[in-house]
């Protein structure tokens, strides 16, 4: 069990400015001082592509995946793992298995971030828990590629490390702690927090 609190999850958005810096989420989340992500053009970009591929007829894509039903724009809860998420697109599959289906505001660049795969093993997890099927891969559809669809295989491993990471968001959250600062100084030099930060 990660956490005890049924009203509070963490979001995968919340993993993913962890994995920026372990700090934001001290600010974000402990002492409540807002980011301003609203002003962001790739945030705003990225929300109004999300609004539009839902009118964009894919479902050749999926055809070719083997995919026999889809639900879009869930949200899921785990009481188990405290996290949530709305998935872009669930797709079950005849196997009896399922996966997460992301569409991102970015180009493929022959590899796949850090943060889009763990962000994808977060939705499987939810996936997993609320459907009871095993979630063995998740895809991304890169909107600024043509739609370029790729695949990401969702390991143990990896599940397990997200699992880890999890743990240390809530003890940042929930007792108080303050985190080192990321290793990677250049970060800091774009970071919203930065004249707040303590060196």
């Known amino acids: ?47 109004e592509i999300h609004k539009q591929k839902a009118l964009t007829n894919k479902e050749y894509k999926r055809k070719k995946l083997g995919v026999i039903k889809k639900i879009s724009e869930e949200e899921l809860y785990s009481r188990v793992y405290g996290i949530s998420g ?12 399922g996966s997460p289906l992301d569409y991102k ?15 994808s093993i977060l939705y499987g997890i939810l996936i997993k828990e609320n459907f ?27 599940i397990d490390n997200c699992k880890k990471i999890l743990d240390k968001i809530n003890d940042i959250i929930i007792l108080g702690f303050f985190p080192k600062r990321t290793s990677f100084l250049s970060k800091c030099n774009d970071c919203c927090y930065r004249n707040i930060c303590i060196k």
């Not at 709305?86 to 298995?97: A, G, P, R, S, V």
């Not at 009871?132 to 990896?158: A, M, W």
């Open 132 to 158: 009871k099927i095993d979630v063995k891969r998740g895809f991304i559809v890169y909107t600024r590629s043509n739609n370029k669809l790729i695949e990401i295989e969702h390991r143990q491993k990896d």
């Open 105 to 119: 505001f970015a180009e493929y660049k022959n590899k796949v971030f850090k943060t889009y795969k763990i962000q």
């Open 1 to 47: 069990m990660v956490t005890d609190n049924p009203n509070f999850y963490i979001t995968p958005s919340v993993v993913i400015e962890y994995l920026f810096c372990p700090r934001f989420i001290y600010y974000m989340e402990v002492l409540k001082i807002d980011q301003n992500e609203d002003r962001r053009y790739k945030v705003i970009r990225g929300r």
């Open 86 to 97: 709305k998935i872009d697109e669930i797709l079950f599959f005849k196997d009896n298995t």
